[in-house]
């Protein structure tokens, strides 16, 4: 009985080391790159299809010390997916322009409806073409 217990305890923590390296997150599938203060850029936002892929293109004003979270991506069930962009407000007397681009790799669909949200707010959004090889 005890012998049993003990493999069943191993088999569990095996189980939960193997979990661990195959875990998905918000941020699986997201390849981001926040660039530096630019000056004179309005805002805007861009979203391209590349096959399996998406790419938003993102310039907006944050506080000049402001930290930009990592981006992620939540999808819903029904094919809308939201792209969220958070960052401290910290206390800056100034603000700037930066550019922030995100690659999504392998986790939308044509249908889905991609919108992208900075700090609570819809800035953006695209209707995602069906690919060719689907």
């Not at 007397?93 to 249908?111: Q, W």
């Amino acid at each position: 009985m005890l012998l049993a217990f003990s493999i069943s305890l191993l088999l569990l923590g095996c189980k939960k080391d193997s979990d661990k390296a195959t875990s998905f997150t918000f941020e699986t599938g997201l390849d981001s790159e926040v660039g530096i203060c630019i000056k004179e850029q309005p805002s805007s936002v861009s979203i391209k299809e590349l096959g399996t892929s998406q790419v938003v293109n993102l310039v907006w004003e944050f506080p000049c010390a402001a930290e930009i979270d990592k981006p992620y991506l939540t999808v819903a069930r029904n094919g809308g997916a939201t792209l969220v962009f958070n960052s401290d407000y910290g206390k800056s007397s100034c603000s700037c322009a930066k550019s922030i681009m995100v690659r999504i790799n392998n986790r939308l669909k044509g249908g889905d409806t991609l919108y992208v949200v900075v700090n609570k707010e819809v800035v953006g959004h695209k209707l995602l073409v069906a690919s060719e090889g689907k």
